[in-house]
């Protein structure tokens, strides 16, 4: 089939030409606004960078206090305070673990003869018991400076499997019993004008998985305390850091993983497994940075990014990539969970077919 003279003179040849001019100028409004965009972060980045006083924040000679600090990221953010030369002391309520971990503490510390390391065994579940045990250690150890608050556990299971008690132990531990050794510390912490507090959630806590109704509700909520608490708190000189590891190998992820239905189980697999050293590490570096967030990678980046919502924003920065990013990220959420609903389809077909071999 051939074109005939005609037909490029046609109304067709004036249409395509337009159309391609459209095209053009659209491409060159796309490179326009990514090149605008660039010289606008360049720049924010060396204002910042260079003009801007950011203090970091210092645990050395403070005292610091890891609740869930005999295992997994509690017991490497203790360990990490021990190294940065803090007093420090690991709450928790098996003995024998506590001066285990004690003992590996004491052997991090930047300088053994004047730093000190101790250890309380506590229930955080119960606020009268935690307020009089925290404010005796802080008559004996001198003011807490930097709170981390780490225990916790997840008891996975379809919400018809989440049993009462379940539900109960995680919320006890995980949310109010944050909340009791905050509220137990920070009247403290504001007459002094200083401190840091830290909320380890999970990436649970800003996105629902199939299997965690009660976990992330229970890491939901320390986001609503964390953002309350930031707004509270600002005005004393006391930063809030909302920790959100991913699947983490700890004594804890193998417990839990135990009571994963096959759907959480593929859901998990899909990341990797990081190791509680790397979660600490970051989350100690944000705190002592007074970030808001502290999350690994870069789904970590898209989460908080995505998920900023009203949350506390650090710089001009972290504010422009958000307002830049949040709404192409939401495809790539959309894509995720896309992903999730295919996984639990399979799941579902799968465990449906070993039902029928069973009857069989
Ligand atoms: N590991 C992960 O994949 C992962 C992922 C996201 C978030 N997280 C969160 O990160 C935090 C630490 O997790 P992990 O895996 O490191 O846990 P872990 O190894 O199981 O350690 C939990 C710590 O909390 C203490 N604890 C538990 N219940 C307590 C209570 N009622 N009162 C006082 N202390 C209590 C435990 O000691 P005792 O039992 O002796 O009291 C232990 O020291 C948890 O909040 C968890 O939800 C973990």
């Given at each position: 089939?051939?074109?005939?003279?005609?037909y490029f003179?046609s109304?067709?040849?004036?249409?395509l030409?337009?159309k391609?001019?459209?095209m053009?100028f659209?491409?060159y409004?796309?490179?326009?606004f990514?090149l605008?965009s660039?010289?606008?972060?360049?720049?924010?980045?060396?204002?910042?960078?260079f003009?801007w006083?950011?203090?970091i924040?210092?645990v050395?000679?403070?005292?610091?206090?890891?609740t869930?600090?005999?295992?997994?990221?509690?017991?490497?953010?203790?360990?990490?305070?021990?190294?940065?030369?803090?007093?420090?002391?690991?709450?928790?309520?098996?003995v024998?673990n506590?001066e285990?971990?004690?003992?590996?503490?004491?052997?991090a510390?930047?300088?053994?003869?004047?730093?000190?390391v101790e250890?309380l065994?506590?229930?955080?579940?119960?606020?009268?018991?935690?307020?009089?045990?925290?404010?005796d250690?802080?008559?004996d150890?001198?003011?807490i400076?930097?709170?981390?608050n780490?225990?916790g556990?997840?008891?996975a299971g379809?919400?018809e499997?989440?049993t009462?008690?379940?539900?109960?132990?995680?919320?006890?531990?995980?949310f109010l019993?944050?909340?009791?050794?905050?509220?137990?510390v920070?009247?403290?912490?504001k007459?002094?004008?200083?401190?840091?507090?830290?909320l380890v959630?999970?990436?649970?806590?800003?996105?629902?998985?199939?299997?965690y109704?009660?976990?992330?509700?229970?890491k939901?909520?320390?986001?609503g305390?964390?953002?309350?608490?930031?707004?509270?708190l600002?005005p004393?000189?006391?930063s809030?850091?909302?920790?959100?590891?991913p699947?983490?190998?700890?004594p804890?992820y193998?417990i839990?993983e135990?009571?994963?239905?096959?759907?959480t189980?593929?859901?998990?697999?899909?990341?990797?497994?990081?190791?509680?050293?790397?979660?600490a590490?970051?989350?100690?570096k944000d705190?002592?940075a007074?970030n808001?967030?502290?999350?690994?990678?870069l789904e970590g980046?898209?989460?908080t990014?995505?998920c900023?919502?009203?949350?506390?924003v650090?710089s001009?920065?972290?504010?422009?990539?958000?307002?830049?990013?949040?709404?192409?990220?939401?495809f790539?959420?959309?894509v995720?969970?896309?992903?999730?609903?295919?996984?639990?389809?399979?799941c579902k077909?799968?465990?449906?077919?070993?039902?029928?071999?069973?009857?069989?």
């Amino acid at each position: 089939m051939g074109f005939s003279r005609d037909y490029f003179s046609s109304d067709f040849l004036h249409n395509l030409l337009h159309k391609h001019n459209l095209m053009i100028f659209g491409l060159y409004g796309i490179i326009g606004f990514i090149l605008l965009s660039i010289v606008i972060f360049c720049t924010l980045f060396v204002y910042e960078h260079f003009f801007w006083t950011n203090k970091i924040k210092d645990v050395r000679k403070k005292h610091v206090v890891v609740t869930g600090g005999s295992s997994g990221i509690g017991k490497c953010m203790a360990i990490l305070a021990a190294k940065k030369g803090a007093n420090v002391t690991i709450i928790a309520r098996n003995v024998e673990n506590l001066e285990k971990a004690k003992h590996e503490i004491l052997q991090a510390c930047e300088n053994k003869d004047t730093q000190r390391v101790e250890y309380l065994s506590l229930d955080i579940g119960d606020y009268e018991t935690v307020e009089k045990a925290l404010a005796d250690l802080e008559n004996d150890m001198g003011p807490i400076y930097m709170l981390v608050n780490c225990a916790g556990l997840a008891i996975a299971g379809k919400i018809e499997d989440t049993t009462p008690k379940s539900l109960d132990i995680m919320m006890r531990t995980n949310f109010l019993g944050t909340y009791y050794c905050i509220k137990a510390v920070t009247p403290r912490m504001k007459a002094s004008k200083e401190g840091v507090i830290v909320l380890v959630s999970s990436q649970g806590g800003l996105l629902g998985i199939f299997g965690y109704t009660a976990y992330c509700s229970t890491k939901f909520a320390l986001r609503g305390l964390a953002e309350s608490l930031a707004m509270e708190l600002q005005p004393y000189n006391i930063s809030v850091t909302l920790c959100l590891p991913p699947d983490t190998d700890t004594p804890g992820y193998a417990i839990e993983e135990l009571s994963k239905p096959i759907e959480t189980k593929a859901i998990s697999q899909m990341a990797n497994l990081v190791q509680p050293e790397v979660v600490a590490e970051k989350a100690f570096k944000d705190a002592l940075a007074r970030n808001f967030f502290s999350a690994l990678g870069l789904e970590g980046f898209i989460m908080t990014t995505l998920c900023a919502g009203m949350s506390p924003v650090k710089s001009y920065r972290q504010l422009f990539v958000q307002v830049l990013l949040m709404g192409p990220l939401r495809f790539i959420g959309i894509v995720y969970l896309f992903i999730f609903q295919r996984i639990i389809a399979q799941c579902k077909q799968y465990t449906n077919s070993e039902n029928i071999k069973k009857v069989k």
